[in-house]
């Protein structure tokens, strides 16, 4: 399954997790309330690695990390949301992000380290 229909079955998995009481998830990496357009499954080790736990992250920072980090790098190194927090650059994008709106989205770019 790929496509509409497979992102239409996680959208569906996103919906039924329990959200806090106040509403909205609260996203573990940027401690921002995530509108539920903006939710995006993260598995903390890859699935490619054999990874089955996942947390619920705004899209931005879901991208971010992906733009940053491999799949090897994200299930050696980060295998935690501390851990990708005390991840230097990813630490320097949460603390901007900060900043912004909850509902807000950029396009993320990925890393020259990544791109070669």
């Not at 806090?20 to 998830?25: E, F, I, K, L």
């Not at 539920?36 to 920072?61: F, M, N, W, Y």
């Not at 501390?82 to 770019?109: C, G, Y």
Request: with cysteine; proline share 7%; net charge positive.
């Amino acid at each position: 399954m790929t496509g509409r229909i497979r992102k239409k079955q996680i959208q569906a998995r996103l919906d039924a997790l329990p959200a806090p009481s106040g509403g909205d998830a609260v996203c573990p990496l940027c401690e921002r309330p995530i509108p539920a357009r903006q939710q995006d499954a993260h598995h903390l080790v890859p699935k490619s690695h054999g990874g089955t736990e996942t947390v619920v992250l705004h899209r931005i920072c879901h991208r971010q990390i992906h733009a940053l980090l491999t799949a090897t790098e994200l299930a050696r190194h980060y295998p935690s949301v501390n851990a990708l927090k005390a991840q230097t650059e990813m630490a320097r994008f949460i603390k901007w992000v900060q900043t912004k709106p909850h509902d807000f989205f950029e396009k993320s770019r990925k890393s020259r380290r990544l791109k070669n």
